[in-house]
């Protein structure tokens, strides 16, 4: 009876072991497999992208919107005063719909859900919970530099 | 633990798994004298899906747009993290798919295994093959290299030579009179849909065949007994034999890991074998390259086309050898599947294997 449970106790460990071994060599060829594939669905050019972008200083009049794509996002650079540039993103921060520049009453709407932004950014009125992202600007003679 | 049991109690339950497993894995008996020869066709199986999964990924960054074709796969192989591996793990594994497939059924043909009564399973086994080489060459003009697309200009052209309807199908396949912007067009819509779902629905029908009928006692061996014909449906059963979970499953396994070994191995070190310098050039319709070859697999058909004087014979004997051999279940209807009874199949199977090599070594080198 002993001998039977000693039996039944190594055959429990032996296969316990074998799990175990089958488990691991099953792990990293797994993630061997995996990682390649999610690198493959990540390349380069889609999270990183130029650090500056630079608009003619041309395209953007005084109380007029520029859109562009930055950092893979798009954004929006805004002549509010002759010469004061705001540079934001133009991601609504409620549900990632693009934000319009309505020129008539110098101010941002989101499409989607009737959300308001003043042309600095700042939340007026409608679901979005935080202001748009503003982003740094320089200004030189005729080149605005965003970032 | 406890967990692991309450999940598979619940859905036990409401599905029966543990009866449907045990039924057919651990209950499941094979011949005791089976073979790895049998095991080509979970290899084909596991290869295919490699195929699959892959191609599922290229479709990601491949655009089918003859402007555009061959900067994306060069994209894919130079830019996209891994694009390299995935791409020649596709387009060599075809290959290894094929060699895998052609073997499979060399040992099918070899074993009498396609007689009665699983004419059905060899059938439907053949079909695939040729939907297979379908695949292939749907496959082959999509980079859209120099090598793709004569290559497709050579294999279609060959359909000139069948009489009247000729020229008017090689226009639909091509959809015009050259090879350009439709053909990869259409090449796309079956190499990506049309035919996997042609195959799918025949492998399908060709596992239920197996599974259904039982698989079939290897040949050999003093106890081996020819079949006795009777006229009720039976499944083969083998009260002594081996389960297929985990006896059998493990050479299966094994072989798998052997071939999947065969393909990565290629794909690290050697994938020139399978892609020349030609498929690294973007095609150019005003200039063949010189000696544009086939794959492997269709250089033995190409030679049989050079060997006759006529085109349309050519043809005609390579339409007869795939007829032929579609049919073979209801031509040979003999109960014996003991090779060593039966000289006169295996010189003719020797014979055609020598030939099929011999033409394709000969078509590489001419």
């Known amino acids: 009876m002993d001998a039977d449970v000693m039996e039944e106790k190594q055959l429990k460990r032996r296969r316990a072991v074998i799990v175990s071994l089958l488990g691991g060599i099953g792990s990293v060829l797994t993630a061997g497999i995996l990682w390649p594939l999610w690198r493959f669905l990540n390349p380069p050019g889609t999270t990183g992208e130029e650090a500056t972008v630079s608009i003619p200083r041309e395209q953007v009049g005084v109380g007029q919107a520029h859109f562009f794509q930055y950092q893979g996002h798009a954004a929006v650079v805004v002549q509010n005063a002759p010469g004061e540039f705001t540079a934001l993103s133009a991601v609504c921060t409620h549900l990632s719909c693009i934000v319009q520049w309505q020129p008539d009453k110098k101010d941002f709407l989101c499409p989607c859900h009737a959300g308001r932004f003043t042309a600095t950014g700042k939340v007026i009125s409608g679901p979005p919970p935080r202001p748009l992202p503003s982003y740094p600007v320089t200004v030189s003679e005729d080149v605005i530099v965003v970032g | ?366």
Not at chain 2, 198 to 208: D, K, M, R, T, Y
Request: proline letters at 7%; one cysteine or more.
């Open chain 2, 1 to 366: 633990m406890a967990i692991n049991k309450k999940i598979i109690d619940y859905i036990d339950l409401r599905l029966g798994i543990r009866d449907l497993l045990q039924k057919n894995l651990t209950e499941y008996l094979l011949p005791r004298n089976i073979n790895i020869w049998y095991s080509l066709g979970a290899a084909t199986i596991a290869l295919f899906a490699v195929q699959f999964i892959t191609g599922i990924f290229l479709l990601i960054y491949y655009i089918p747009n003859t402007e555009q074709a061959f900067a994306s796969v060069q994209a894919i192989m130079n830019e996209i993290p891994y694009g390299w591996l995935i791409r020649y793990l596709h387009a060599i594994g075809a290959n290894v798919v094929v060699l895998v497939l052609l073997l499979h059924m060399l040992s099918a043909l070899f074993m009498s295994a396609y007689k009665r009564p699983r004419e059905f399973t060899w059938l439907f086994g053949f079909l695939i093959f040729m939907v297979t080489l379908g695949m292939c060459l749907t496959g082959y003009l999509l980079p859209w290299s120099q090598l793709s697309y004569w290559a497709t200009t050579v294999a279609t052209d060959t359909m000139n030579a069948v009489p009247l309807i000729g020229e008017p199908l090689l226009q639909v396949l091509r959809g015009g009179s050259a090879v350009g912007q439709y053909t990869l067009g259409r090449f796309f819509a079956l190499h990506v849909m049309g035919l996997p779902l042609i195959f799918g629905l025949l492998v399908s029908a060709h596992l239920f065949c197996v599974r259904r009928i039982g698989v079939s006692r290897p040949p050999f061996g003093p106890d081996y007994r020819p079949w006795e014909p009777n006229d009720e449906f039976q499944h083969e059963e083998y009260p002594d034999g081996i389960p297929f979970f985990p006896n059998y499953t493990a050479e299966e396994v094994a072989v798998i890991a052997f071939f999947l070994a065969l393909t990565t191995g290629i794909t690290y070190f050697a994938p020139w074998i399978f892609l020349p310098s030609d498929a690294f050039t973007p095609a150019d319709p005003f200039v063949t390259p010189e000696h544009i070859k086939p794959e492997w697999y269709f250089l033995a058909s190409y030679q049989i086309l050079k060997v006759f004087p006529n085109e349309f014979f050519g043809i005609l004997v390579q339409g007869v050898i795939i007829t032929f051999l579609l049919f073979l279940p209801w031509i040979d209807r003999t109960h014996e599947r003991r090779p060593a009874k039966r000289p006169i199949f295996v010189a003719l199977f020797v014979l055609g294997v020598v030939g099929f090599v011999g033409l394709t070594i000969w078509g590489h080198f001419s």
